[in-house]
């Protein structure tokens, strides 16, 4: 599965800017490096990514809507292979941010601002997961430095780079691997049911009740106690293992990389999640709960500043056990 990048930026560059040369150049070397490329879609620095990733091989998705095309008069580029039409400005950013695993912030006007800002506080306020802000050049700079004064952490994903190489370089590094549901398009008009069923909107409770529903209309809740739904959860776990067994290591990567062999374990893993949901609801375990407690556990079992990077933590997991105990036991 090739992951996308969002490419961001003002509309004003013609082809002999420099601008307009940069982004031309940084859409061609990301599509030699296996990425996607996502934009607004229209003129300026969007028309030069689209055209360098289009001459790249790569896929160019154009986010656009119709307030845009009245207010400016433009249409999409010749480039984009694919268009996703959004109901206003608010959602085709909202659908640029979401599809892109990694973004490049090219200098802009206030749409770019604002979409800075949105992807900026999407990651800010875990509305998804973290991917990188990579800013080209220092145009931005002044405004990140205005937002570290006032909420440093804010801005801890965010890269500055000068040139094509230190993009690609940090995008192949950083850029985040999305699944497809979260991508899919009906047209010319995005498929916001499609787009919802993926984890950035689906909660616990709707699996759970998912799972239920299916078991309630085959009349298995009778088979489905807590100790049926253990063994379930082991068997099931067991069968995920197999897709790795023998392997070496370093063999992971190609499992991985194998679309059938992929789909089997997505296969896996979600049959093990349905025994896993039933079991808590069997039990009156809230997950959310349970997991947030645990971690925050662990936060004090294991410190970050002293078991980072140790998977067997300094032999912390022993120390104090026989503290007590005869030193020949």
Known sequence: MKRKVALFGGSAPLPDNPQYKLACDIGFQLAKSGFDLVC????????????????????????????????????????????????????????????????????????????????????????????????????????????????????????????????????????????????????????????KNNDEFTTVQSLKELVARFVADRNWQQFHDAKNLSASIAIEAAELMEHFQWIHSDAVQSVKEDPRQRNDIREEVADILAYLLSFASAMGIDLSHAIRGKMKKNETKYPADRDYGDFHPKGQRWKGRYDNEDSNT
């Open 40 to 195: 607004g879609g229209h003129d300026g620095v969007m028309e030069a990514a689209s055209k360098g990733a289009h001459e790249g091989g790569a896929t160019v998705t154009g986010v656009t809507c119709q307030a845009i095309r009245d207010a400016r008069g433009v249409n999409v580029n010749a480039f984009v292979d694919n268009i996703l039409d959004a109901r206003d400005i608010p959602q085709r950013i909202d659908l640029m941010v979401r599809q892109a695993g990694a973004y490049v912030f090219m200098p802009g006007g206030t749409g770019t601002l604002a979409e800075l800002g949105i992807t900026l506080e999407y990651i800010h306020k875990k509305i998804i997961i973290p991917r990188p802000i990579l800013c080209v050049g220092s145009f931005w700079r002044p405004v990140v430095d205005s937002v570290a004064r006032e909420q440093s952490n804010a801005i801890r994903y965010m890269h500055f780079a000068e040139t094509t190489d230190q993009v690609v370089s940090l995008v192949k590094k950083e850029a985040v691997c999305l699944e497809p549901t979260a991508q899919e398009w009906r047209g010319n008009e995005p498929d916001l049911m499609a787009m």
